[in-house]
């Protein structure tokens, strides 16, 4: 199974940090206010709605895409398969229910619900990738980071800090090094 599936989630995870990193310089506020917001925020600015929509929809394509490629009947194998498709999903639902999440009360508890679901799904499937494929001391500090990236993120939700753009940049960029490195390890293992 010689195929690009670290590249892939590679690309994946470059497209969501230069969609980000492209924002927060034509828009820095975000991360630099004392009431942070949500990177949500550049889905619905003119300013920054195409690089933000841009990324995501990239990322999923190359999570989709490398999932696609996995291609065994190895068990762990098949069960990455499952994760990448379903983070792709999550991917597409975040960018989707951003667009009108400032429209209506139903559109924006649709939208936090999918981040939440995010934040969960992106620590347990990290602890997953680790305890699966490569529980290293670099994985466990990045899972460690990503756990204080769920707590600054839960206690954000429970309006005792204001701090989301920081608990997802934490979340986002510690689940895809760890994306990265842990299904680059299984699929090597498995050729």
Not at 30 to 50: C, K, P, Q, W
Not at 112 to 128: C, D, P, R, Y
Request: aromatic letters at 10%; glycine letters at 6%.
């Amino acid at each position: 199974m010689n195929c690009p599936i670290k590249k892939y989630l590679l690309v994946s995870q470059l497209c969501l940090l230069l969609d980000l990193t492209i924002c927060l310089i034509l828009i820095p506020h975000f991360l630099f206010a004392r009431d942070e917001g949500g990177m949500s925020n550049y889905g619905v600015h003119s300013r920054t709605v195409i690089p933000y929509s841009l990324g995501f929809i990239l990322a999923a394509f190359y999570v989709i895409r490398a999932a696609l490629a996995i291609k065994t009947k190895s068990t762990s194998l098949r069960r990455l398969r499952g994760l990448l498709l379903s983070y792709g999903v999550i991917l597409l639902l975040i960018l989707i229910t951003t667009y009108g999440y400032k429209t209506n009360i139903y559109l924006k508890n649709t939208h936090i619900v999918i981040t939440i679901v995010t934040f969960w799904f992106e620590l347990l499937g990290a602890a997953w990738l680790c305890k699966a494929f490569l529980r290293d001391k670099i994985n466990i500090c990045l899972l460690a980071l990503q756990l204080i990236g769920l707590i600054i993120g839960s206690l954000t939700f429970f309006g005792s800090l204001r701090l989301l753009f920081t608990a997802q940049l934490i979340t986002i960029i510690t689940f895809g090094v760890i994306l990265v490195r842990s299904s680059g390890r299984a699929v090597s293992e498995n050729l």
